[in-house]
């Protein structure tokens, strides 16, 4: 269903479960499907021994990907016309991830509506480990 901006105002907030538990095969997977095989991301030896981390941790751009699918699924698969996001801190194996779009603006541009929004996805302990911007266009 499309988003109208007579519905919505400024200080709505649409939030979705993105994935509980996240696994090392999920992660693997991702590596596989990304072509990234970075040995943070899939060599536990390396990750810890080497680099000094506690284990592996997701890819940015898995964590960007999941929360990108929670955007179009909320504003539409064609809508989408801005995503931005900084990486706030790690996901590791066994988090459960939370997003949530927060209406910011409601503008018309050249006969067009489109919604700003602020993005956020945070682990099972309320950590921050996405923040960003998005933009869609919408209908009247």
């Known amino acids: 269903m499309p988003l109208y901006a007579s519905r919505l105002k400024v200080g709505d907030v649409h939030s979705v479960r993105l994935v509980e538990d996240l696994s090392r095969t999920q992660i693997v997977q991702y590596a596989g499907a990304s072509g990234d095989y970075n040995p943070l991301h899939t060599d536990e030896i390396f990750a810890t021994k080497i680099a000094g981390y506690p284990?592996?941790?997701a890819h940015g751009m898995l964590t960007m990907?999941?929360?990108s699918k929670m955007l179009t699924d909320y504003v539409g698969e064609t809508r989408l016309t801005k995503?931005?996001?900084r990486f706030t801190n790690p996901v590791w194996?066994?988090?459960s991830l939370d997003a949530k779009a927060t209406v910011k603006?409601?503008?018309?541009?050249?006969?067009?509506?489109f919604v700003e929004l602020s993005v956020s996805t945070t682990n099972q302990d309320g950590v921050e480990v996405l923040r960003g911007y998005a933009e869609a266009r919408i209908d009247p």
Do not use: H, K, M, Q
Request: charged content about 15%; proline content about 5%.
């Open 55 to 57: 284990t592996v941790f």
């Open 65 to 67: 990907g999941i929360t």
């Open 83 to 85: 995503y931005g996001v």
């Open 93 to 95: 194996p066994g988090d």
């Open 105 to 113: 603006a409601l503008i018309s541009r050249n006969g067009e509506n």
